[in-house]
Nanobody, 125 residues
Framework: QVQLVESGGGLVHPGDSLRLSCAAS????????MGWFRQPPGKEREFVAA???????YFGDSVRGRFSISKDSAKNTIYLQMNSLKPEDTAVYYC???????????????????WGQGTQVTVSS
């Protein structure tokens, strides 16, 4: 049974950094694609970043160069490091996982079967 639990959200100022964690059970990182999505208030869920089973990482255009993904296999946890945060990064952030995500659809939330409960990130002065 796959279970994803996000943590690390909070209220920060523009320019600050924050690291989100996704503790995964029932998942092995060398067989699953792990994704990060976010849903701003009143908007649809959007792709943030993903790490494929082979270790390759992908980022949304609005976060590339500011966000990064890492993993701790011993803790079975995926991290989203967010730097230079902007007010437009404000959203509920979700961790997602799936074994069958093809590369051309990695940004499509419909490709992921497993989701965490989300963690709120608010960037405000």
């Amino acid at each position: 049974q796959v279970q994803l639990v996000e943590s690390g959200g909070g209220l920060v100022h523009p320019g600050d950094s924050l690291r989100l964690s996704c503790a995964a059970s029932g998942v092995t990182f060398n067989t699953y694609t792990m994704g990060w999505f976010r849903q701003p208030p009143g908007k649809e869920r959007e792709f943030v970043a993903a790490r494929r089973y082979n270790g390759h990482t992908y980022f949304g255009d609005s976060v590339r160069g500011r966000f990064s993904i890492s993993k701790d296999s011993a803790k079975n946890t995926i991290y989203l490091q967010m730097n230079s945060l902007k007010p437009e990064d404000t959203a509920v952030y979700y961790c997602a996982a799936d074994r069958g995500v093809i590369l051309s659809s990695i940004r499509d939330p419909r490709q992921y079967d497993y989701w965490g409960q989300g963690t709120q990130v608010t960037v405000s002065s």
